[in-house]
T-cell receptor
Framework: SQQGEEDPQALSIQEGENATMNCSYKTSINNLQWYRQNSGRGLVHLILIRSNEREKHSGRLRVTLDTSKKSSSLLITASRAADTASYFCVSGSARQLTFGSGTQLTVLP | ETGVTQSPTHLIKTRGQQVTLRCSSQSGHNTVSWYQQALGQGPQFIFQYYREEENGRGNFPPRFSGLQFPNYSSELNVNALELDDSALYLC??????????????FGPGTRLTVL
């Protein structure tokens, strides 16, 4: 079963625009991660945010975490065609990553 | 430093057959996990191996089994294949064992089709 649910399921934007994806999860977490998957590079870790953090930045990525609402968001600024991929929020233990169903982002040139 | 590699890339089997998928961990990694990803879904955890022993299993039946070798490479075996076993099988390696939150590095996957 999937722990997290991403919203929206699909998102299509123009190059240069910002993309925001949201994730809700069910049980308490130690940390939450975001992964990206595309046909070229496979499944790649993007960023990890710990449960005691509220916001984290990495390059053009900004992740927020609200443990009271059991939700997280991923913002990609100034999107590029190469950002076209599926994005997953991932929770779970160190032993077992639990993936959501993903948001399919398409960035149009 | 080499990344995680998997073989074969694609495989076609018929219902009832058995299949073995292989994974070579990234250099220096001692923990390997396997995931099944159905079309349009996120990956689902099958099991994890650390020090050649299974160390956690997801909601998968016993016909899914695995091995980890002393060089930390790994195999996933699936017996009595069913049509629903058609999926992308992903291997991920990491360092530090089951209590470590170190990043997992994923291989490109093996696409299994069961006819």
């Amino acid at each position: 079963s999937q722990q997290g649910e991403e919203d929206p399921q699909a998102l299509s934007i123009q190059e240069g625009e910002n993309a925001t994806m949201n994730c809700s999860y069910k049980t308490s977490i130690n940390n939450l991660q975001w992964y990206r998957q595309n046909s070229g590079r496979g499944l790649v870790h993007l960023i990890l945010i710990r449960s005691n953090e509220r916001e984290k930045h990495s390059g053009r990525l900004r992740v927020t975490l609200d443990t009271s609402k059991k939700s997280s968001s991923l913002l990609i600024t100034a999107s590029r065609a190469a950002d076209t991929a599926s994005y997953f929020c991932v929770s779970g233990s160190a032993r077992q990553l639990t993936f959501g169903s993903g948001t399919q982002l398409t960035v149009l040139p | 430093e080499t990344g995680v590699t998997q073989s074969p890339t694609h495989l076609i089997k018929t219902r009832g057959q058995q299949v073995t998928l292989r994974c070579s961990s990234q250099s220096g990694h001692n923990t390997v996990s396997w995931y099944q990803q159905a079309l349009g879904q996120g990956p689902q955890f099958i099991f994890q191996y650390y020090r050649e022993e299974e160390n956690g299993r997801g909601n998968f039946p016993p016909r899914f089994s695995g091995l980890q070798f002393p060089n930390y490479s790994s195999e996933l075996n699936v017996n009595a294949l069913e049509l629903d076993d058609s999926a992308l099988y992903l291997c991920a390696s990491s360092f530090g064992g089951p209590s470590s939150y170190n990043e997992q590095f994923f291989g490109p996957g093996t696409r299994l089709t069961v006819l």
